[in-house]
């Protein structure tokens, strides 16, 4: 009886001892006790969870070696049956410049020998998302969004080139919108698309319809009754675009030199 | 201030040289005064020139020199600026320049000479800056916190162990003045039947004492209970100790810059290298610690930073998942912050103050934040839930701006359909997320 009360007086300290110990012990990587461990670690594909290690069980082949991955080129994100926003989602016809392997890091695109930067195709090439006075407010409303989630930081909210990054010094060399109106669509496009300069290439993050949509909405930064409806009708939508055309087939001759 | 002004020297005499005449760089300097070079420099040339770094262009510090002693001719630079390609005609310097860059440079034919002068004046008098040695600080102290309340229970483990030890100890040294005055008995009880026999003397006090440690007891499994699948402060390592307040707060970049199929998709992604390198292609870090860290985002994109170039051969990230829910629960991103239009901050605090990796925020800091829905259960428990669809007024978001009759067919089940819910409605005079079903257990078990 005596050495009874013994065994189970030590075995309850043991326990309790024990108990305390592992409760102080911490693991960062660990996210602590779980009901239903193969609940977090399920046989189902869940994003970001590395199944290397499902019910106690390593399996090296499944083992995570890769968090996110940049869509292949020509994915064509699926938008309904609308015909137009299919056709403004296909793969673009103007294929990047050669040098965008080394200098932007382009990988499976078809790549062009010819700075396609500067070729006539490009310069050419108007916005395929038509500006109409029904859809203009929307469409701006909508650039608005993107704009300040993808380019406000850098580019600023006006548009001038002074966004968070430079005024705090960490980044340098955005320009100003309003300096570059010699710019066409296409080439605008193809800087947000493929990159230019120090800037990467958005093509994952942003999709066709919404660089479009970009395109648009830096055109108002460049003049502010870009797009803009009074009474109905759309501004300037006939006088501005021929204009910059021309500018631009001014300027092709000696580009091309 | 000596050695600045050896450079402004250097320049003054760079641009004599090029402008060939005395007298005309006499009155030169004297007209570039009111020609802004650094305002130039940032609109025309930063895009990709550094005075002190390699980027699309070369840098641009001295160039002047370089050119000149590498037998340029002195007009070439400029000439250069205005249109590169008839430089590279008629300067054999200037040709070779043409073959190191593979980007063609941007012609500036509008660029007067005084202009360029200004500009590249400017570019000569900036110093290179010295690597800055804040940050990180509060990541530490996050840290030291966290030890201190490790060696916090350590101590009352080992005080409790002393304590034991010396009641042991004290109970002894009784024992042996028991035993050597000689009291009859005492030597055949051991310490069991000795506290037996206490025991029965004040079972009262004996009783009260083992009820209260039963409760005790009881009160403290149950806790314990309750902290399984409790995941607040959750913070596992990352392969890059990532400051989300210099990214998010400082740099002011938008959550949905690198997490941008938070508006689209179930997941609210982790950004891909490429999204990194669309910064840090240029921002390479100020001191060793940051350089580190930056090197990794190079390694993993197959950047060469030194030949500015990328190489293809890539190493990825991998990341590891902080806001792990079980396989039964379905959670949307997409359907809080685009439908629901619910800030990031709700959920995952204040990430602008953030210095370190991502962390399931504990429910009282996310109660701390200005507009948050105050909640009482640990995050990311079905509690927390089921209180934030409770309170949660529903927002009329993106669905209302797009059009569709979707809150209209709610408008008329409100007034023709469910009169409890109508009722409820009359009551408080707003619609919650559980009024329109966030309570049903469908809505995210199956």
């Known amino acids: 009886m005596k050495m009874r009360i013994k065994l189970v007086g030590g075995l309850m300290l043991a326990t309790v001892s024990v108990m305390l110990l592992g409760s102080c012990v911490s693991d960062k990587d660990s996210s602590g006790l779980e009901y239903m461990p193969d609940m977090y670690r399920s046989p189902a594909i869940e994003p970001y969870v590395d199944y290397g290690e499902v019910r106690n069980q390593q399996n090296e082949d499944m083992k995570m ?7 292949p080129h020509g994915t064509i994100p699926y938008f309904g049956t609308d015909a137009e926003e299919v056709a403004l989602m296909l793969s673009w016809n103007i294929d990047p410049f050669d040098q965008f392997k080394t200098t932007h890091g382009l990988v499976g695109y078809n790549f062009s020998k010819e700075n396609t930067y500067e070729t006539e195709a490009l310069l050419m090439t108007v916005n395929p998302l038509k500006l109409t006075a029904e859809n203009s407010e929307e469409l701006f409303a909508n650039g608005k969004k993107i704009y300040t989630a993808n380019c406000a930081h850098c580019h600023g909210a006006k548009g001038d080139g002074n966004g968070p990054m430079m ?69 300037s939508d006939d006088t501005a675009e021929p204009a910059e055309e021309e500018e631009v087939a001014g300027v092709d001759p000696e580009e091309v030199n | 201030m000596f050695k600045n002004f050896n450079k402004w020297c250097l320049g003054a005499f760079a641009a004599m040289l090029t402008l060939g005449t005395f007298s005309v760089n006499a009155q030169e300097p004297e007209a570039e005064a009111s020609i802004n070079g650094g305002d130039l420099f940032k609109s025309k040339c930063a895009t990709c020139h ?26 070439a630079i400029y000439q250069w600026v205005n249109n590169w390609q008839t430089a590279a005609a008629s300067d054999p310097y200037a040709a070779g320049v043409a073959q190191k860059k593979a980007t063609a440079m941007t012609k500036f034919p509008d660029l007067t000479k005084p202009q360029i002068v200004a500009i590249l004046d400017w570019v000569d008098s900036q110093e290179e800056k010295v690597a800055g040695a804040a940050g990180g600080a509060a990541g530490g102290a996050e840290g030291v916190e966290g030890e201190e309340e490790g060696g916090f229970s350590w101590i009352w483990i080992i005080l409790g162990v002393l304590f034991v030890i010396v009641i042991l100890a004290v109970s002894g040294v009784r024992r042996q003045l028991k035993a050597a005055s000689g009291e009859a008995g005492s030597d055949t009880l051991s310490y069991g039947e000795e506290f037996k026999a206490w025991a029965w003397g004040n079972l009262r006090y004996v009783l009260i004492g083992s009820v209260v440690i039963f409760i005790t007891l009881i009160v403290v499994l149950f806790q314990g209970l309750y902290s399984i699948g409790v995941v607040e402060g959750y913070q596992p390592s990352q392969p890059i100790d990532f400051p989300h307040s210099k990214h998010a707060g400082m740099s002011g970049i938008d959550c949905k810059y690198c997490h941008n199929s938070v508006t689209e998709s179930r997941s609210a992604g982790l950004p891909t290298v490429n999204v990194c390198m669309n910064c840090h292609k240029q921002v390479a870090g100020n001191d060793d610690e940051q350089m580190e860290k930056i090197a990794k985002i190079y390694a993993a994109a ?44 709700q959920c995952h605090g204040d990430m602008t103050k953030q210095q370190s990796t991502a962390m399931v925020q504990p429910v009282v800091e996310l109660n701390k934040i200005e507009g948050n829905v105050q909640l009482t259960r640990p995050t990311l428990t079905m509690g927390w839930c089921l209180e934030c669809h409770a309170e949660k007024e529903i927002s009329t978001g993106s669905i209302d701006n797009a059009g569709g009759d979707y809150y209209q067919e709610i408008h008329r089940r409100l007034l023709y359909g469910d009169k409890k819910l109508y009722s409820d409605y009359l009551e408080d005079g707003k619609v919650t997320v559980m009024e329109l079903g966030g309570w049903e257990c469908a809505k995210c078990h199956y």
């Not at chain 1, 990467?200 to 395109?215: C, D, F, P, Q, R």
């Not at chain 2, 510090?61 to 007009?75: I, K, L, M, Q």
């Not at chain 2, 190489?311 to 998942?321: A, E, L, S, Y």
């Open chain 1, 167 to 235: 005024e705090t010094g960490v980044y340098v060399g955005v320009p100003n919108y309003a300096d570059k109106t010699q710019l066409s669509d296409g080439q605008i496009f193809y800087s947000i698309y493929y990159g230019k300069g120090s800037m990467g290439s958005h093509a994952s993050i942003v999709n066709k319809k919404e660089i479009w949509t970009l395109v648009h909405y830096i055109r108002r930064f460049q003049d502010s009754a870009y797009g803009s409806v009074t009474d109905g009708v759309l501004n």
């Open chain 2, 50 to 75: 550094h005075p002190f770094k390699d980027g699309t262009g070369p840098k641009l510090y001295d160039v002047r020199t370089a050119w000149s002693e590498g037998g340029a001719g002195a007009e």
């Open chain 2, 302 to 345: 197959g950047w060469d930073a030194d030949a500015q170039q990328y190489t293809g051969k890539t190493t990825p990230i991998v990341w590891n998942k902080v806001h792990v829910l079980p396989d039964h629960v379905y959670f949307n991103h997409s359907q809080h912050v685009e439908v629901g239009g619910v800030d990031c901050k």
């Open chain 1, 65 to 71: 070696t890769q968090s996110a991955m940049t869509p």
